[in-house]
Structure formats: structure tokens, C-alpha cells
T-cell receptor
Framework: KQEVTQIPAALSVPEGENLVLNCSFT??????LQWFRQDPGKGLTSLLL?????REQTSGRLNASLDKSSGRSTLYIAASQPGDSATYLC????????????FGTGTKLQVIP | ETGVTQTPRHLVMGMTNKKSLKCEQH?????MYWYKQSAKKPLELMFVYNFKEQTENNSVPSRFSPECPNSSHLFLHLHTLQPEDSALYLCASSPGTAGSYTFGSGTRLTVV
């Protein structure tokens, strides 16, 4: 059974800092890995999707990497802003074409002005 | 809006009430999902529909009853719920069995 762990559970940084959020998964047989952000009481907004054949994806100040062999993915946020404050979740989709995604518990990020 | 619309945004219901949650997507996706998000817990998959057919029921109590009349609409019918069912209920869709997820904004359900 796939388990997805996100460390740290919460993070507080001053505005302008670069930061890294971590996501670990136990079963490396994944099809893709997706990063989301969730604002309080709201749904999930997709940030980046990394296919299993890819090593990283970039969108603006965000860069996500994937290392299947070690069971890890990282989300790098450059020059953090107060608007980046949210909970960030990673989700691992298994291989085999069956849609049963496993979500992590998330990292709650606070960027202090 | 993400392309997946959920209504209502908030719902308060008594334990003897019957209500329904609605989800609609016009992204051309074939798969739709219901998730439950409780405080301090990971997202819990409830139901999966692929081309209108239910392909997953993740041991969900029968007081939750899904309905998928077509690949664009998904309902979650609720009856005789318990206070512990209070949570954020999220609908999502994806292009197929291995595509990117798109989530709705969720329905915040409170059972009193």
C-alpha cells in the first residue's frame, strides 16, 4: 500500500526566502506525481504534474523534481511571497492505469511579510 | 473557477435530513471522484466513476450514495448522516485513468 509523507507539517519563513517542501512515497511504481496548493476551506489547485519519465517541471517561481528510485519529490519555491501562504499537498498516482491517487497530509506554509 | 463546479459551497443539515451535493465539469474529462477531507487527515477517496460507471467504492457507508448520470455530472446523496461526517467534500475530474486531476472548490458540510 502506497504511503505518502510530507515533511515538515508546517513551515514559517520570512518573505523573500527560497524554500523546499518534501514529499516521500514508499512505492516507486508511480505513473506521475502532482503538487497542489490548498487555501483554507477551499479546493485544491494544481501546481505541477511530473510524469514518471520526467525529472522535473517548472512553472514561474515553482520547480518540482522527482526521484523515483529514492521515492522523493521536492517542490522548490523561489523568492517566497505572502500570497504563497497555503497548504501544499503532493499526490502519487500509481502505475497500471488505475486511478487511485494517494495524497500526503500536506505542508502548511506561512510566509511572513 | 477551475472548470469543476461544486454546489452548494456550504451546507448545514440535521441528522435526519436528506440533501445532495452536486458537481459539474465541462472539461471533457472521463473520470470523476468524490473525496472527503477532515481536519488533520489526508484526503480520503470515496468514489470513482469512469465513463459514468462506478469503478471504486472505498468502503463508504451507505448513508452516502453517489450518482453519475453522465460524464459531466456527479452527485452525492446524503441521508441520516452523523456529526463525524462533517467535513469538506471535494469533487475532482481527470481526462482518464492517468491524467492530471482538477478539483472543485468543495462543499463544507456541517451535520448538527
Amino acid at each position: 500500500k502506497q504511503e505518502v509523507t510530507q515533511i515538515p507539517a508546517a513551515l514559517s519563513v520570512p518573505e523573500g526566502e527560497n524554500l523546499v517542501l518534501n514529499c516521500s512515497f514508499t512505492d516507486s511504481a508511480i505513473y506521475n506525481l502532482q503538487w497542489f496548493r490548498q487555501d483554507p476551506g477551499k479546493g485544491l489547485t494544481s501546481l505541477l504534474l511530473i510524469q514518471s519519465s520526467q525529472r522535473e517541471q517548472t512553472s514561474g517561481r515553482l520547480n518540482a523534481s522527482l526521484d523515483k528510485s529514492s521515492g522523493r519529490s521536492t517542490l522548490y519555491i523561489a523568492a517566497s511571497q505572502p500570497g504563497d501562504s497555503a497548504t501544499y499537498l503532493c499526490a502519487a498516482l500509481p502505475s497500471g492505469g488505475y486511478q487511485k491517487v494517494t495524497f500526503g497530509t500536506g505542508t502548511k506554509l506561512q510566509v511572513i511579510p | 473557477e477551475t472548470g469543476v463546479t461544486q454546489t452548494p459551497r456550504h451546507l448545514v443539515m440535521g441528522m435526519t435530513n436528506k440533501k445532495s451535493l452536486k458537481c459539474e465539469q465541462h472539461l471533457g474529462h472521463n473520470a470523476m471522484y468524490w473525496y472527503k477531507q477532515s481536519a488533520k487527515k489526508p484526503l480520503e477517496l470515496m468514489f470513482v466513476y469512469n465513463f459514468k460507471e462506478q469503478t471504486e467504492n472505498n468502503s463508504v457507508p451507505s448513508r452516502f450514495s453517489p450518482e453519475c448520470p453522465n460524464s459531466s455530472h456527479l452527485f452525492l446523496h446524503l441521508h441520516t448522516l452523523q456529526p463525524e461526517d462533517s467535513a469538506l467534500y471535494l469533487c475532482a475530474s481527470s481526462p482518464g485513468t492517468a491524467g492530471s486531476y482538477t478539483f472543485g472548490s468543495g462543499t463544507r458540510l456541517t451535520v448538527v
